[in-house]
């Protein structure tokens, strides 16, 4: 008799432990919106007043994954900034040309989403892209000399897992194997960068090396190894003077970044470039997307209302084909300050 009133209790536990797990499952956003930094238009861009630009490839590729776009203009008011980083989930820093202005943009998200998560634990995402990628190295050195000059511009190519890859969040356990195969094995990267971080001067540099988990290694045209990719690997505080104070290893900072365009190989079609477009291609740029997309869902963020929403949302502007052969974008926006 004790016997079957203990299995009837076990039935019962776990019967009401499995609607206990679905019911307090984890909220997730399902409006997440993403905010892109425009940058200054280059000079063979410049007229009617074109003032900055976004390529329409990060959109579509940020769009792919089930989350909207905001472009975060330049030359706007600090309240302007500050309002769209309390209403958006997520930013992503794109490639492109380094300009001042896109800095100073980059330098208030990036601080504004550490600050967040040390004073709330709240999570901000931010991915670099190319020129992203590097401005994060940026601004966690606080220096703009910190990279060198490299033959890394037009071509594709694998990543070289490095031993911090394993336990990582972008690289990690829940990277799919035929994701992981082809990044490793097929020339699936497409790289456009002048210049680079060394491995050597990565592991060298104390606030680098502790504040990043270099992920992968890659090769450039001359054979030389480049970082590749890196997150946050742990959180800090800082001073302010940015002097690192305390570490703790339990939770990171969501601040993810790439020296290659996952965004260009389902996206770009220049037939002047080396961009990949094999099926493992696009597989790697949709991992990448879901990723981010994944992140930035655990960040409920919004707007005041759908109104306010609408003023900022991507759809009030439409992008237009260019037909520079000097350009490898296909479709711009173009925006007039």
Known sequence: MMTIRLLLIILFITQTNGKNQKTFSPIENSRPIIGILTQPASSIWQTSNRTTYLAASYVKYVESTGAQVVPIRMYQPIDYYLHLFNSLNGVLFPGGDFSNEYFYVAKLFYTWSLKEFDETSKLFPVWGTCLGFEVLLMLTRSSIDILEPCKGYDFATELTFMPDAADSQLLGSSLPLNIKNALQNDSTTANYHNFCMRPTNFSADPMLSTFYKMLSISPDLEGKTFVSTIENQSTREYSKHNNLKSMCLGRRY????????????????????????TSNAVKVMQYTANFLTNQTRQNMNHFESIEDETKYLIYQYTSEFTDLVESHFQQIYFFYE
């Open 254 to 277: 969501p601040i993810f970044g790439v020296q290659w365009h996952p965004e260009k190989n389902g996206f770009e079609w220049r037939v002047n470039t080396t961009i990949p477009h």
